[in-house]
């Protein structure tokens, strides 16, 4: 490719043979998607991948590119340089603290089989780089893989076993920390940042891409969730453990390895009246569903300092198309988050995001209401974890959306309309509230 960063140059298309190796295609340009739109990428559109990106290649996904002599988009079901041999799609899973812009553009073989739960972003090649189609929102390096040498994982995983040695629930963060490689375990053990404290076995709602439980015969899960609940006093020693030793400490209820926290109230109350006792540094948040503002009243009441409410749309349907909530409504949901915001909690929104919905023209003037009715302090921007055709034909199936707007102009109008409204991707600790 010509050297330089010229901002409409085109990124060279990347695919895969069938032994998984990835390669570029000279000659013809990397396309992005966002439901039905298609784009071939330009360099101003991209960024060199972030350090902890991966590129995956995609079985049964046939890439969509642009020939660039033409100017026409065209599925490749072989290598153009070597006919007969069939080639795939390619995708990258980013770093946290980045948005996609746009998704792998692909087409499905019949019969393929459901992608694993994964965000399934847009790349290329320039410059002897790979390229992201993404947007930084949160510069923090909380889950900088850089930062995380396994070897200081381990080390701390000696020191807690010293200092908690009958815990369960520091037990359970070795196995995330050490099998999953879960950076908020591993940031448990090397004292930084948040520590996760999960909890809850069970939940009230049924997400299509619940990381830790799936129906059988499904996709898999990506983790194990939880097998017990620990007690109060379990949970206290871990986040004591953490608040005294971290400056600026999060300890967070409500992980990716537990069902909803809010169904673990008793137990989570008199942990945090434990914590609260003994100390009142650190904060306490709790990333939750949100279902139940009662019991999230008397949570707040014990010393919780923020909530992080979980939502994929602000608008009715097209929630419940991805929730499937039982025993609570959506109501509920804007129901706890105004009981936070009216009591001076801080209030953030995990924001599960995709191309081609989220940047959506009705979910982007929804969001912008929701914003203007229910005052919250953040929103965290999280890539939805799902198989995008999937999620595209849930979404359009539960109520028509409009065209794309595009994700860097959903961001820049949130960010003109309301610029006190913080953007990230981490739960922030109380000196930023």
């Avoid at 153009?80 to 899973?93: D, K, L, M, S, W």
Wanted: hydrophobic share 40%; aromatic share 10%.
């Amino acid at each position: 490719m010509t050297s330089g960063h010229k901002a409409s140059a085109y990124l060279t298309a990347l695919v895969a043979n069938t032994r998984g190796e990835i390669f570029d295609l000279e000659g013809y340009a990397a396309a992005g998607r966002a439901n039905h739109r298609l784009v071939p990428l330009q360099v101003g559109q991209t960024r060199a991948t972030p350090h902890g990106g991966e590129l995956m290649y995609l079985p049964d996904r046939k890439p969509v590119v642009m020939h660039i002599r033409t100017g026409r988009m065209q599925t490749l079901h072989e290598n153009p340089y070597r006919p007969g041999e069939p080639v795939f799609a390619v995708a990258v899973f980013n770093s946290p603290g980045y948005v996609n812009r746009f998704l792998s553009a692909f087409r499905e073989r019949r019969g393929a089989v459901q992608l694993p739960l994964f965000s399934y972003g847009a790349a290329g090649w320039y410059d002897n780089n790979f390229r992201s189609a993404v947007i930084q929102v949160d510069a923090e390096p909380r889950q900088d893989l850089r930062l995380m040498r396994m070897e200081d994982v381990k080390s701390g995983i000696r020191r807690k076993k010293r200092q908690l040695p009958g815990n369960r629930l520091r037990r359970h963060l070795e196995r995330c920390a050490l099998t999953f490689g879960c950076p908020a375990g591993k940031n448990f053990f090397l004292e930084r940042f948040e520590a996760p404290l999960p909890t809850a076995q069970h939940c009230n709602a049924r997400c299509r891409g619940c990381l830790s439980l799936q129906p059988a015969g499904g996709i898999s899960c990506s983790q194990d969730r939880i097998q017990f609940t620990p007690t109060p006093a379990e949970i206290a020693e871990v986040a004591l453990a953490h608040i005294r030793q971290v400056e600026k400490s999060v300890v967070s209820f409500g992980q990716g390895c537990e069902g909803d926290p809010l169904l673990a109230a008793d137990v989570i109350e008199k942990a945090i009246g434990r914590i609260r006792a003994a100390t009142g540094a650190g904060t306490i948040n709790m990333n939750t569903n949100g279902s139940l503002p009662a019991i999230l009243e008397r949570l707040f009441d014990a010393g919780l300092d923020s909530v992080r409410i979980s939502l994929n749309s602000v608008r009715k349907k097209t929630y419940n198309a991805y929730f499937r909530p039982r025993g609570y409504r959506f109501e509920d949901v804007l129901a706890s988050i105004d009981l936070a915001v009216a009591r001076g909690n801080f209030v953030a929104i995990n924001y599960l995001n995709c191309p081609g919905f989220s940047d959506s023209q009705k979910e982007a003037t929804a969001l912008v209401d929701f914003i203007h009715r229910h005052r919250i302090n953040m929103i965290q921007w999280r890539n939805l974890n799902f198989d995008p055709l999937r999620y595209w034909s849930v979404m359009d199936a539960a109520g028509p959306s409009g065209r794309p707007i595009g994700m860097q102009r959903l961001l820049a109008r949130i960010r003109k309309e309301f610029p006190d409204l913080l953007f990230g991707y981490f739960n922030p600790p109380k000196a930023r509230f």
